[in-house]
C-alpha cells in the first residue's frame, strides 16, 4: 500500500549529514576477499581471467614444441641418410658443404629459436592481475575463519577436510595444499594444538593423492614440521616417531638425522627449547557455542505468543504483521514475511557495489576501527536514499511504534567465509558521548534477515539463552535499555560463524532521544 509524504521531510533533513558520515565510513574501509560472499564472487571471475591466461601460455608453448619436433623429423632423416653411408655421403660436396653451413648457421639460429622465451604477455597479464588477488593476510583470515567454524560447532578436522560439515556431506573436499596451508598458518600464529591436527591430515591425504609439478610437496618436509609441530607441544617421544618413519624413506638425509639426534637429546637429557605449552583443560562448549549449534531448550514460558500485530500504528490496522513473542527480559519480537523478495533483491542490488569491510567503535581510539571479532561487509544507505528505504523505515516505525528521526542509517550487511560478530553491545553506554549526545544511546535494534542461512549464521543471546536463526523476509526486534533509560546487559547477542550459506542483513539502530513520549523512561520498579 501507498504511504503519506510525511516521512519525507524528516529524512531529507537527515539527509545531508547521513551522506557525509556515509562517505567518512566508507573512506575508511578495508579491502578483505573471505570476509563477504558476494566480495568473492570476483575472485571467481579473475581465476577465470588466469585460468584462460594459463591456457594461452600452453598454447604458446604447444606452438613451439611443434615447430621444433616438425623439424627434428627432417633432420633426423637427413643426419641417419648420411650415417648410413658416411664415405659416400661426405664425398659428395654438396653434402659437405650442406653439413658445414648446418652445423654454423642453423646452429646459430636454433640457439637464438631456443633462447627465446615463450610466454612474456602471458607473465605480464599475471602481473597485472597481481594487484586484485589475495594477499597473505587474506590466507590467514580464511585459516582463521575455518578455525573458527571448526571451534565453534565442534566439528573434527577429517570430516572438514572430508566435507563432512556440522553433519551433512557435501560434494566438495580440501586438497593437500589446503590442508598444509592451514596447518602451517596455524603454526606460525602458535596455534600448535590446531596445526597438528591438520598437519597429521595432511601426512594422511598425501599417502593417497599426490601433486603433480610444480605443485608438488615432499612428504619429508611436511614430516618435517609435523615432527617440529610436536615438539613445540612437548611430545618428544611422538616428534622421534615421525623422524624415524620419515628416515625409512631417505636414511642418508642429513636434515632428517641431525632432528633425529637432536630429539634423541632432548629426551635424555630431559630438555625441551620450546616454551612450555599450557594443557588445554577438557571443558564443555560455552554458552555462545550452545546456541550456535541450536541447542538451546526451547522456552517454557507461558507469556510467549503469536499474534497479528494491529496496534502498534494505524498503518498496521490495515495491513498487520505476523508477530512472534520472542522474550520479555528484554523485550524481544520476531516479525515474519516482512520484505518481499522483490526488495530483498533490490537491497542485494544496492549494497554489492558499495560492500566494505565492517568497522567496530573502539573507546581507546575514539573512532571506527577493522577487528578481528567482526568479519563481514556493509553498505551503509541514508533513509531518504530511494523509495525502497523510505518504505522500509516506514515499516520500521509501524513495527516499533518509534519515531527514527535521529536514528542511524540503514546498515546493510553480507557475512563470508565463516563471517561473525563476536559478543557484544548494541549501546553505547556514554563510550561514546559524541554518539550520544545528539540523539541518546541505542533503544532498540531492528535486524533484517533478507536470506535463508543453510548452516549456522544465528543471532544468540547467551545470557538469556535464546537464539534467532534467519528466515527470509523475517525481522528480530529488541530493547538494549531498559524502562527506566538504563543499559539492559541481557542484551548481550552474537552472529555465530556461517558454515554453509551467504548470510545477509540488515539493521537499524533506533536512538532514544525522540522516543521520549512513545516510550518515556520510567521509574525503576521496586
Sequence with gaps: M???????????????????????????????????????VKLL?????????????????????????????????ENDKARGSTEDYLSNPLN?????????????????????PVGLSQVERIQELREHMPTHTDVEEAVTALDRIQNTYGLKVPEIAHGLLNGKQYNVSLTVLDTYAMGQILFDQKNYMAAASWIYQTVVLMDAFSLAAPLEISKNEVRMVYA????????????LKVVNIALTDNPQDIKLLLKKSEIETMIRTGTNNAPPVKAQATVGPTAYQVGCRGQFPPSADSKLYCLYNRT???????????MELVGLEPYMVLYHDVLSPKEITELQGMATPGLKRATVYQASSGRNEVVKTRTSKVAWFPDGYNPLTVRLNARISDMTGFNLYGSEMLQLMNYGLGGHYDQHYDFFNNTNSNMTAMSGDRIATVLFYLTDVEQGGATVFPNIRKAVFPQRGSVVMWYNLR?????????????????????????KWIREREQIFSRPCLKKRM
Excluded at 504511504?3 to 565510513?25: H, I
Design 312 to 322: 502498534t500504528s494505524p498503518f498496521l490496522i490495515l495491513a498487520p504483521l505476523k
Design 483 to 507: 524502562d527506566n533509560g538504563q543499559i539492559d546487559t541481557q542484551t548481550l547477542h552474537a552472529a555465530c560463524p556461517v558454515i554453509v550459506g551467504s548470510k545477509w542483513v540488515c539493521n
Design 228 to 239: 617440529e609441530t610436536l615438539l613445540k607441544l612437548n611430545q618428544l617421544a611422538d616428534a
Design 45 to 77: 571471475d579473475l581465476e577465470a581471467q588466469l585460468i584462460d591466461n594459463l591456457e594461452d601460455y600452453a598454447v604458446e608453448l604447444e606452438k613451439k614444441l611443434q615447430t621444433v619436433k616438425r623439424s627434428i623429423t627432417s633432420l633426423r632423416l
Design 96 to 116: 659437405s658443404f650442406s653439413l658445414i653451413r648446418r652445423m654454423n648457421r642453423d646452429l646459430i639460429t636454433w640457439q637464438l629459436y631456443l633462447d627465446d
Design 2 to 40: 501507498m504511504r503519506s509524504s510525511k516521512w519525507l521531510l524528516p529524512v531529507r533533513v537527515l539527509l545531508t549529514y547521513q551522506v557525509l558520515l556515509l562517505l567518512l565510513r566508507q573512506a575508511k574501509g578495508e579491502e578483505s576477499h573471505c570476509t563477504s560472499v558476494a566480495g568473492m
